[in-house]
Nanobody
Framework: QVQLVESGGGLVQAGGSLRLSCAAS????????MGWYRQAPGKQRELVAT???????IYADSVKGRFTISRDNAKNTVYLQMNSLKPEDTAVYFC?????????WGQGTQVTVSS
């Protein structure tokens, strides 16, 4: 049973920073992608950033230059450093792990950016 445990959300003023963490536990992991998606009220869930086991990274255009994703394979943990936050970054952020057969989701953590 795979579990993804997120931490690091909260309330911050525009221009501020937050760091999200997501630790995966459970079955041994082979090649996979870990990352973050977000869902704002009334909107569809969207990709924020993902990183593969070997370090291949994908960012949404809206966060390029502001957010940095990284991972520690020894700890099965992925991080999202979010700088220069904007009110439009407000959403529930979900951790995601996709291996060759399944996709797993965390419970979500709220990020609120005030103007």
């Amino acid at each position: 049973q795979v579990q993804l445990v997120e931490s690091g959300g909260g309330l911050v003023q525009a221009g501020g920073s937050l760091r999200l963490s997501c630790a995966a536990s459970g079955s041994p992991f082979g090649f996979n992608r870990m990352g973050w998606y977000r869902q704002a009220p009334g909107k569809q869930r969207e990709l924020v950033a993902t990183i593969s086991t070997y370090g291949t990274i994908i960012y949404a255009d809206s966060v390029k230059g502001r957010f940095t994703i990284s991972r520690d394979n020894a700890k099965n943990t992925v991080y999202l450093q979010m700088n220069s936050l904007k009110p439009e970054d407000t959403a529930v952020y979900f951790c995601n792990l996709a291996d060759q057969s399944k996709t797993y989701w965390g419970q979500g953590t709220q990020v609120t950016v005030s103007s």
